[in-house]
């Protein structure tokens, strides 16, 4: 989703590690997590692609897989099931699971003090399912923004609400996922803030989407990019 729709996520979060006092290694050659064939019940198509994401990651020797995307990393911490009775594939799996990291989480995880990044302007958070429910990541995005200067963060009661995306529910329901995602932007619209961030992509392109649709004006931008702001 990065690479193909909103590369400016990617240089945001290479902007935030090398801020965080790392070496960033990028493979050119990475492909999907798999995510979606696996919640499509495609297995076999999913676990190819899972063995392609652990042996790049095996070859690149890196301390850390860090991804700007709760549900990619949710995937890859859940690779095991893939490899139920592969032993050696399975621990290989683990071994990347280990490793891998959402970034907000990998970034308080490291104590970070500060960010590179300046926001002047009200901005509420959407928790990102699988990055709430499956990660735990709540807590980590909220200090991070309450390090960017200017910037006022205005909670939502539907910030925990799913934005009805859902890869390809969206696709299979569309009207159902319609309704989902009105309904948290009608919440959001009575909050007079500036942008809604959240820490996956595919979220922030199906609310920008009826945003659009609604005539709504509204920025939808990723966490990286507003703790990077002006940085990259």
């Known amino acids: 989703m990065v690479d193909q729709c909103w590369p400016e996520i ?3 979060t290479v902007a935030l ?4 006092g790392c070496e960033v290694l990028f493979d050119p050659d990475q492909t999907c997590c798999g995510q979606p064939a696996c919640n499509s019940g495609y297995q076999a198509p999913g676990r190819a692609l899972a063995q392609r994401v652990i042996e790049q990651f095996e070859r690149a020797r890196a301390d850390a897989l860090v991804l700007p995307s709760g549900s990619c990393a949710a995937q890859i911490r859940h690779y095991g099931p893939l490899f139920a009775g592969d032993d ?3 621990q290989r799996a683990r071994a990347v699971a280990e490793r891998t990291f959402e ?3 990998f970034l308080h995880q490291r104590g970070l003090g500060s ?3 300046r926001f ?3 901005v509420t958070l959407h928790d990102a399912c699988h990055g709430l429910r499956e ?3 709540h807590g980590e995005p909220r200090a991070l923004l309450a390090l960017v200067p200017g910037l006022q963060l205005v909670e939502s009661d539907q910030a925990d609400a799913c934005c009805g995306f859902g890869g390809t529910f969206a696709v299979k329901y569309p009207e159902i996922s319609v309704a989902i995602a009105d309904r948290k932007l009608d919440a959001i619209a009575g909050l007079g803030v500036d942008a809604v961030t959240a820490g996956d992509a595919s979220c922030l392109l199906h609310l920008r989407g009826r945003l659009q649709r609604r005539g709504l004006q509204l920025r939808t931008l990723h966490l990286a990019e507003i703790l990077a702001a002006g940085a990259f």
Do not use: D, I, S
């Open 17 to 20: 590690l090398r801020h965080a």
């Open 103 to 105: 970034l907000t989480q």
């Open 115 to 117: 960010v590179p990044g």
């Open 135 to 137: 990660l735990g990541c």
């Open 120 to 122: 002047a302007g009200r």
């Open 10 to 12: 990617g240089l945001a």
């Open 88 to 90: 050696l594939w399975l």
